[in-house]
């Protein structure tokens, strides 16, 4: 028996596209739960952050347009590549316009956490539908207000994705201080000790990237098993063994403003698998920290105790990494306002506030429905 449940939400035609031979076809269920199961264990209607007609279907419709309109979308990020693919489905003629020399944004950098590499498959559906639905894809191609204005489109949407936020403190040019991007996307090199500032969901991934074991195999099924303690011959009561614990390569320090629990705001299924996995490779985790400066010493900071009690600490690191939050890039938005031509922003460029490839793929779609 094959037996599958996500994987339907995703794309309810997985099996027809399988049976025609073409299963490049197929929407992949990444495995994420943050539409599905996150949706059923707070109450609300389950979905699927690849496809936002999963449970919708009845009131998320897309049928085809009326008014065939020229439109340019700027970014080729989740919430773009949502936005045009459907947009196309529908008879209007779409330009996507891309930076980069290729469509995914911010997901390329995702991709490269351990347990998210799936996202790739995203990529690869997405990819396949822009040929199916004919949208004309402009990579390397760094799009500007006046060029839009000029080019006679009847809708403008803004899909340009975010900027990572650079908080005020000083001392942020010392040499040990690093963004997240340098390390996940550019692979700077990273110290033996490491404070990860910010605790939010890029942090916990920056902490996972930095802690990993080198060689590690996430579709070794044996290798996952023993790293959780599963016996799967039942010798031991349960089909519980004692896990396998390995020596992180690095030592790892996350620390928040905030005095919350860290990691409160991650999934709710899945938050405690990366919670118990960052303990188990040793990460220390701060919260209710004062940042004030850094440099050849560490990071001075001002930490508040349970008690109230307020004292100053130098942490000291080989690497700093900033995972310090998102701003949204609305510069084309503000300047074809300024050309008075109107655009919609979606995605990230509407709101930078979480690592939220579900929302921007949801607004997407919806917006291409709805023009
Ligand atoms: C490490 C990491 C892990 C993440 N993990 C998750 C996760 O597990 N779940 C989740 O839901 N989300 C996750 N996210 C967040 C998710 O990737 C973003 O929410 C999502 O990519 C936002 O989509 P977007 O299309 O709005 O923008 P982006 O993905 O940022 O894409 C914007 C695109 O616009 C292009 N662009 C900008 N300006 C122009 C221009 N003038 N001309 C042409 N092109 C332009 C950029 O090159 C870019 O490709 C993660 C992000 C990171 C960095
Ligand atoms: S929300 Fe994520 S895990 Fe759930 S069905 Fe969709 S892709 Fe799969």
Redesign the pocket.
């Known amino acids: 028996m094959v037996s599958l449940a996500r994987p339907f939400l995703a794309d309810p035609a997985f099996v027809a596209k399988a049976a025609a031979g073409t299963p490049e076809r197929i929407n992949t269920c990444i495995g994420?739960n943050?539409a599905c199961l996150d949706h059923t264990f707070s109450g609300r209607i389950a979905s699927c952050?690849v496809n936002p007609r999963a449970a919708h279907e009845t009131e998320l419709i897309i049928g085809p347009t009326v008014t065939r309109k020229r439109i340019a979308v700027?970014?080729?990020?989740?919430?773009?590549?949502?936005f045009a693919t459907t947009a196309a489905s529908r008879g209007h003629a779409v330009t996507l316009?891309?930076?980069?020399d290729m469509?995914?944004?911010?997901?390329?950098?995702?991709l490269?956490?351990p347990g998210?590499f799936e996202?790739a498959e995203t990529l690869r559906y997405f990819g396949r539908r822009l040929e199916e639905t004919g949208v004309e894809l402009r990579l390397g191609?760094?799009?500007?207000a006046p060029e839009l204005a000029a080019g006679s489109f009847d809708e403008v949407i803004i899909?340009?994705?975010?900027t990572p936020r650079t908080p005020e403190i000083p001392g942020l040019d010392h040499p040990s201080v690093v963004s997240?991007?340098d390390v996940?996307r550019d692979r700077k090199p990273v110290g033996l000790t490491v404070a990860i500032l910010g605790a939010g969901?890029?942090g916990f991934?920056?902490a996972e990237f930095l802690t990993a074991p080198a060689d590690e195999d996430p579709l070794n099924v044996s290798e996952f098993l023993e790293h959780w303690g599963v016996d799967t011959a039942y010798a031991n009561p349960g089909g519980i063994t004692k896990p396998i614990e390995e020596a992180p390569p690095r030592q790892v320090t996350m620390l928040q403003r905030k005095a919350s629990k860290i990691g409160a705001g991650l999934g709710k299924t899945t938050g405690w698998i990366h919670r118990t996995e960052l303990a188990r490779r040793g990460v220390q985790m701060i919260p209710g920290v004062n940042y004030q400066r850094i440099d050849d010493a560490g990071l001075h900071v001002r930490l508040t105790g349970k008690d109230g009690a307020v004292h100053d600490h130098v942490i000291a690191a080989d690497t700093f990494v900033l995972c310090t939050g998102q701003d949204p890039?609305r510069e084309?938005h503000d300047e074809l306002a300024e050309l008075e031509t109107g655009s919609h922003l979606?995605?990230?460029?509407?709101v930078?506030a979480?690592?939220?490839?579900?929302?921007?793929i949801d607004q997407?779609t919806r917006l291409a429905a709805r023009l």
């Not at 469509?103 to 995702?110: D, E, S």
């Open positions: 994420c943050q952050l700027v970014g080729a990020g989740p919430a773009g590549l949502a316009f891309e930076a980069a469509i995914g944004g911010q997901l390329n950098v995702a490269q956490v998210k996202f191609h760094r799009v500007t899909a340009a994705g975010v997240y991007l996940l969901g890029i991934d920056v890039l084309l979606i995605g990230g460029a509407d930078a979480e690592l939220d490839a579900k929302r921007a997407g």
